[in-house]
């Protein structure tokens, strides 16, 4: 009984902490820049950065608290793929293709949601052409489990539409 008990209390809690990120208005959030890439987005403060990889190409952020795991990281377009290409690796079987624009210039974008088995989330990459650079992939992902949607689904939408590319710092571009 005092199991069951402890459970109830573990599922209101994350309950109430998910309700309150899904809706905006008590979301606080904060800025992550990449070095290496010139990329930005928002995240979830309740959320923590995990152990960068060694090259620097991005970062995860999660919690024990949460469902939600953000992740974005850039690498360079060694392959010379189109966006919808190179995007083909990332895209689950059961993915709803949502929006694929023009940014610019130099930025392309694809963005999309999708369910596999009892995950889903979405995903967000950026095809850059950096003015006397080799091209590259900015991608951003939240994921998150099939029964946490109804609380994240709005947040993860505005994280994942917070994705931004800029010259990196001290490239000159």
Same mark, same amino acid.
């Given at each position: 009984?005092?199991?069951?008990?402890?459970?109830?209390?573990?599922?209101?809690?994350?309950? #109430? !902490?998910?309700?309150?990120?899904? !809706?905006?208005?008590?979301?606080?959030?904060?800025?992550?820049?990449?070095?290496?890439?010139?990329?930005?987005?928002?995240? /979830?403060?309740?959320?923590?950065?995990?152990?960068?990889?060694?090259?620097?190409?991005?970062?995860?952020?999660?919690?024990?608290?949460?469902?939600?795991?953000?992740?974005? !990281?850039?690498?360079?377009?060694?392959?010379?793929?189109?966006?919808?290409?190179? #995007? *083909?690796?990332?895209? /689950?079987? *059961? =993915? *709803?293709? !949502?929006?694929? #624009?023009?940014?610019?210039?130099?930025?392309?974008?694809?963005?999309?949601?999708?369910?596999?088995?009892?995950?889903?989330?979405?995903?967000?990459?950026?095809?850059?052409?950096? /003015?006397? #650079?080799? /091209?590259?992939?900015?991608?951003?992902?939240?994921?998150?489990?099939?029964?946490? =949607?109804?609380?994240?689904?709005?947040?993860?939408? *505005?994280?994942?539409?917070?994705?931004?590319?800029?010259?990196?710092?001290?490239?000159?571009?």
């Amino acid at each position: 009984m005092r199991g069951r008990l402890l459970l109830l209390c573990a599922l209101v809690f994350s309950l #109430s !902490w998910l309700s309150g990120l899904a !809706w905006g208005g008590e979301v606080e959030y904060k800025d992550y820049y990449n070095e290496r890439f010139g990329f930005s987005f928002q995240y /979830p403060k309740e959320l923590r950065p995990q152990a960068p990889p060694a090259n620097g190409d991005g970062r995860t952020f999660s919690s024990k608290r949460s469902p939600l795991v953000v992740s974005g !990281w850039g690498q360079h377009n060694i392959l010379g793929q189109g966006l919808v290409e190179a #995007s *083909q690796g990332y895209i /689950p079987t *059961q =993915a *709803q293709r !949502w929006i694929v #624009s023009p940014l610019g210039d130099c930025q392309e974008d694809i963005t999309w949601r999708w369910q596999e088995g009892e995950r889903c989330g979405w995903v967000r990459m950026l095809a850059v052409r950096p /003015p006397a #650079s080799a /091209p590259l992939f900015i991608t951003l992902t939240c994921e998150y489990p099939k029964s946490a =949607a109804p609380q994240v689904e709005k947040l993860t939408e *505005q994280i994942v539409n917070s994705l931004r590319w800029s010259a990196p710092k001290g490239s000159g571009d």
